[in-house]
């Protein structure tokens, strides 16, 4: 088709991205429902209508209308605004790539991915990893023909990483995790000759009636508008988006335990803050949704764990608290309250482990997924590699798979290099928290009132509403300079020597 004008380009440019948002939103929806409300049978019915899906927005990313839609608006690009440019690149990225997957292969892996969703699920529930091993195996395969499709030039595990996170390597990464393991296995060490702290009371019966309340203050307290922000109940707590309108987190509560869905509503509310703070300009666009998962973690860990492990943040909501759980927390005070959820000791789940041992799991999860893409390690081999990292790192025994290599839903869902930007957020978070601290002066003063506005403000302005016009190292370096983690490593440092009284 030929465009009589740019103007008229950039109308069909709409219209693409409009249905190609449409398609995407009926799928996302799809998948909360398979996440939350969908009963266990129901996923040979909805892989049928996720083919189809699927296979019409493979179709419309790579028709011949788009590519010559791209080529037209590249020729014109001295004539077009920014954000305009920006989003040809964007398609024009995923153009290329979708052109080079085979049409039958991408179907087939959303196919894939699906039964794997409830195959994992299942083994998981059931302790049993090898239903789960043959789907994980050509996960891993499909994975690695992918990275040679996108990128021939690397290294298959630097491609994916380079999905998730533009420019990551795992030269980089090495460097970053053996610098985090200089300064988190020393500290481990002095902890564990310290008197253990006590949080035995995060771990008595809080009912999930009343945690379902407790919920819907937090996320009022970190400012997430409930006309905009849903929350459900899943096996593995996420963050959904369809535009900056309507935003889903979800949660799940045990009975016993408190602290497990208090902080997953903080971390998946961080999220969801990003999504909604994005500017109306880029929904149903390519722009539409946070940049980078670094990014993203960046925003979900920040006030997970900087605002909500704060003593100025459990001050805040510690009268509260304590209103909803009176029997439960009648022998505890805010101080005892901050230490117990901040106790730093090595354990089995990530989502449940602490600040300071976390990266650890990132660290074991990085490592086999290395050895997966690189073929060194076969798919069934996984429990056993995963135990013996467990014991190198963290020094503890894995009872199950359960417990271990079947607790994260990510190889299920195709997301293979996705773990290391948790460990990457961690650290982006730690240096925007300085860098506001230095334009801002005393924030936790504010934090200490509850009052969160001014630091969602700063994280509005300079990260959340661009969406993803800026690209991830663009933005983050407007924001605070050259990324370096040492910023994260002295944090860890203080605030740890600090509650442990290490010399
Ligand atoms: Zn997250």
């Not at 791209?70 to 052109?99: G, M």
């Not at 999905?163 to 481990?188: A, H, K, Q, W």
């Not at 993203?296 to 860990?301: G, I, K, L, P, Y």
């Not at 924030?443 to 009052?451: E, L, N, S």
């Amino acid at each position: 088709m030929q465009y009589e004008s740019v103007a008229q380009a950039l109308e069909a440019l709409d219209r693409t991205q409009k249905t190609e948002a449409a398609y995407n939103h009926a799928m996302g929806v799809l998948y909360l429902d398979a996440a939350t409300a969908a009963p266990k049978g129901s996923y040979a019915g909805r892989g049928n209508t996720m083919e189809v899906l699927s296979g019409v927005i493979y179709d419309l990313s790579t028709s011949p209308e788009r590519g010559a839609l791209l080529s037209y608006l590249e020729s014109h690009r001295q004539e077009l605004a920014p954000v305009r440019i920006r989003q040809v690149e964007v398609i024009r990225k995923n153009y290329d790539r979708f052109q080079k997957i085979p049409a039958e292969e991408f179907v087939a892996y959303q196919v894939l991915l699906n039964n794997a969703g409830a195959v994992w699920e299942k083994a998981k529930n059931e302790n049993d990893f090898p239903s789960f091993a043959p789907y994980l195996e050509k996960i891993v395969e499909y994975n690695r023909k992918f990275a040679g499709y996108f990128h021939p030039e690397m290294a298959p595990y630097d491609a994916l990483l380079n999905e998730y996170e533009e420019g990551m390597n795992m030269v980089t990464l090495d460097t970053f995790f053996s610098r985090l393991r200089g300064t988190i296995v020393p500290l481990i060490e002095k902890i564990s000759k310290k008197p253990p702290i006590d949080d035995s009371f995060l771990f008595r019966t809080y009912p999930v009636e009343q945690q379902r309340k407790f919920s819907d203050y937090l996320m009022k307290v970190i400012g997430l508008d409930r006309s905009y922000c849903g929350i459900a109940e899943t096996e593995h707590p996420f963050t959904t988006n369809f535009n900056n309108k309507d935003v889903r987190i979800t949660t799940h509560y045990y009975e016993n335990s408190l602290a497990s869905s208090m902080y997953s509503v903080i971390h998946e509310g961080g999220h969801a803050l990003y999504e909604l703070n994005a500017e109306d300009q880029y929904n149903a666009t390519v722009l539409s949704g946070g940049v980078s998962m670094g990014i993203h973690e960046s925003q979900s860990r920040f006030y997970e764990n900087l605002i909500g492990r704060s003593r100025g943040f459990i001050h805040a909501i510690f009268p509260k608290m304590k209103s909803f759980f009176p029997e439960q927390l009648r022998d505890v005070d805010e101080e005892m309250f901050y230490r117990a959820v901040n106790k730093a000791q090595p354990s089995l789940i990530r989502t449940e482990a602490d600040e300071l041992t976390y990266a650890l799991h990132v660290m074991v999860r990085y490592e086999i997924e290395k050895q997966l893409i690189s073929g060194e390690l076969a798919a069934k081999d996984v429990p056993g590699r995963w135990n013996e990292l467990y014991q190198e790192y963290l020094g503890i025994e894995v009872p199950n798979d359960r417990m271990g290599c079947l607790q994260d839903s990510h190889w299920s869902g195709g997301s293979i290099g996705y773990f290391p930007s948790y460990a990457l957020g961690s650290a982006y978070g730690v240096q925007m928290l300085r860098i506001m601290q230095q334009e801002l002066g005393d924030i936790f003063a504010d934090v200490t009132k509850g009052d969160l506005s001014g630091i969602t403000g700063w994280l509005k302005e300079h990260i959340h509403r661009y969406a993803s016009f800026k690209k991830p190292g663009e933005l983050f370096e407007e924001a605070c300079g050259r990324f370096d983690p040492k910023f994260y490593t002295d944090y860890l440092t203080e605030k740890f020597s600090e509650l442990y009284h290490l010399d």
